[in-house]
């Protein structure tokens, strides 16, 4: 059964650094541009970063542009968010999730991500 599995995540102080691994299962991430998006208590789910599949074109939102880093490691079928200087407004549970443009597309359990000022 193809899955995506989260790791990393947890609680950091504000200017701190954490790093989350979304791992592919029965499915080559390779084939599939990966998004981060993150939902905080009380919003709507925010899409934050994300890698083609193609040429690992990256894409940022504007409040995370310079701190947080997507990168894809093929032979590791893992696709990995590197954030760095984080705010408290960066709290939020962060999901991964699989795309190539059809059915099916496929998504992490979701990470909490917790940040302490």
């Known amino acids: 059964q193809a899955q995506l599995v989260q790791s990393g995540g947890g609680l950091v102080q504000s200017g701190g650094s954490l790093t989350l691994s979304c791992t592919a299962s029965g499915l080559s991430l390779r084939d599939y541009a990966v998004a981060w998006f993150r939902q905080a208590p009380g919003k709507g789910r925010e899409a934050v970063s994300a890698i083609s599949d193609e040429d690992d074109k990256t894409f940022y939102t504007d409040s995370v542009k310079g701190r947080f880093t997507v990168s894809r490691d093929s032979a590791k079928n893992t696709v990995y968010l590197q954030m760095n200087a984080l705010k408290p407004e960066d709290t939020a549970v962060y999901y991964c999730?699989?795309?190539?443009?059809?059915?099916?597309?496929?998504w992490g359990q979701g990470t909490q991500v917790t940040v302490s000022s």
């Open positions: 999730n699989a795309d190539r443009g059809y059915a099916p597309v496929y």
